[in-house]
């Protein structure tokens, strides 16, 4: 789950600045507005759109159909040997083993997803950028100590942790201390917000030489006042874009967990899970949507913010190539 950043995937500083206007400056709008015109930005938005939408649909679609997320009704989608139908009586993609809609279940699927996803790598961006910002321009003892925080965290193997994780959350009944949902929200944060503090503090470092940042030293300007008003407007912009960039990422990461069961568990529906359990029971055979309906979603899901997050770093990236 945890990918290291290439460099060329780094986005590059690119937000305001108090010293001498920059001449490609003016070219902001032109940007914006090339970026929205690009078609892959268009297929990319559309696609997240299309994912936003089953999201959001899903519990008119439930109430619709009149099938909850986690309701069985083996009478109706279990054929007379036991195996699930692949459509039809009110079944649009049939159903799973446990008699359960499976068009329901991904589109429910869609929320747990974007819900981890997005808060987990916000969790990420909201500690990573905070740690960058004090190491970066505090520098010494405290930047070689948080650079050392961040390399131990780094060095933690992302699965024997999420393992180790889950086992502590359980009770002494085996029932769950804390929401998985949390725990997963929990886990991916963990192994994500190095990325954003290696980020902003290389950033840091490079803006705290500047003129402007030397006058409001000058002026008398405290740290924290500098660092909220002069240097967070400039590195904010390059974290953002890296939160859409690492956003796909997490998603994986949540769906991975889940597949390997130490993640959202069943009958919570997860995109993940479906996957495992059409894995497992092998029942994908009889009923293709069973697996093909949350891996089609999973993969549209990525595409679409790979699309996204390209073309932000190619419209928004001085030094990237292809403009």
């Known amino acids: 789950m945890t990918v290291l950043a290439r460099r060329d995937s780094i986005p590059k500083l690119t937000g305001p600045d108090r010293g001498p206007k920059d001449p490609a400056s003016g070219t902001a709008a032109a940007r914006r507005r090339a970026f929205f015109r690009d078609p892959a930005t268009i297929a990319g938005l559309a696609l997240i759109g299309l994912v936003l939408l089953g999201a959001i649909a899903a519990p008119l679609v439930a109430a619709i159909v009149g099938h909850g997320p986690i309701e069985q009704f083996p009478d109706e989608s279990l054929s007379d040997t036991g195996l699930p139908i692949s459509g039809g009586n009110g079944f649009l993609l049939g159903a799973d083993d446990s008699g359960r809609d499976v068009f329901v279940r991904t589109l429910y699927g869609a929320q747990v997803s974007l819900f981890i996803g997005i808060v987990s ?47 502590l959350n359980r009770g002494p009944q085996g029932d769950d201390v804390i929401d998985p949902a949390w725990v997963v ?31 409001a030293i000058g002026s ?21 874009i890296y939160w859409a960039v690492q956003l796909p990422a997490n998603i994986i990461g949540e769906a991975s967990l889940s597949f390997l069961g130490v993640g959202i568990k069943a009958p919570t529906p997860s995109w993940g899970t479906m996957i495992a359990n059409a894995q497992q029971t092998g029942l994908y055979q009889y009923q293709p949507w069973l697996l093909l309906a949350p891996a ?8 679409g913010f790979n699309l996204v997050s390209t073309q932000l770093r190619r419209r928004f990236d001085p030094t990237s190539t292809g403009k």
């Not at 505090?138 to 933690?156: C, W």
């Not at 089609?296 to 595409?303: G, V, Y």
């Open 121 to 167: 790598t916000t969790i990420a961006l909201v500690v990573g950028t905070a740690v960058g910002l004090i190491a970066g321009f505090v520098g010494g003892r405290t930047d070689n100590t948080l650079s050392a925080f961040t390399d131990i965290a780094l060095a933690f193997p992302f699965l024997i942790t999420a393992l180790s994780v889950v086992t």
């Open 185 to 215: 929200i929990g886990i991916v944060a963990l192994f994500s917000w190095t990325y954003f503090a290696r980020l902003v503090r290389g950033l840091v470092i490079e803006i705290k030489q500047r003129s402007f940042i030397h006058a």
């Open 220 to 240: 008398g300007a405290g740290r924290t006042r500098i660092i909220l008003t002069e240097i967070l407007p400039n590195v904010l912009p390059a974290a953002i």
């Open 296 to 303: 089609i979603s999973l993969f549209i899901t990525i595409l």
